[in-house]
């Protein structure tokens, strides 16, 4: 059987996802800043300070997926389809990771 899997969201629906989206940044930003915090204290053990190095990158790519997404939701509040709001979402990711890369 074949059709739609899933019935499209609603306005309000990709509302309520574009608020999340937006709400994850903070949270985020938070976790970068406590990683960056261990990594420069002088009294944090040598364990920790790898353990924060290991993890930056991760934050790093979060970030960028936040971003991502936060732009997908709002192209979505804007009345663009998903097809076209994934695309630009994806061209972003790339930007970002190209960014990244040459760092």
Request: hydrophobic share 30%; no cysteine.
């Amino acid at each position: 059987m074949k059709g739609i899997k899933f019935p499209p969201l609603t306005t309000e629906e990709i509302k309520e996802r574009y608020k999340e989206a937006k709400e994850e940044m903070p949270e985020v930003l938070k976790w970068q800043k406590e990683e960056e915090e261990r990594l420069n204290n002088p009294k944090s053990k040598p364990q920790a300070k790898s353990a924060a190095k290991r993890a930056l990158p991760k934050v790093a790519r979060r970030i960028n997926t936040v971003k991502g997404n936060i732009l997908y939701w709002k192209l979505r509040t804007e009345g663009k389809s998903h097809f076209y709001a994934n695309l630009e979402r994806n061209e972003l990711w790339a930007e970002l990771e190209k960014k990244n890369s040459e760092k």
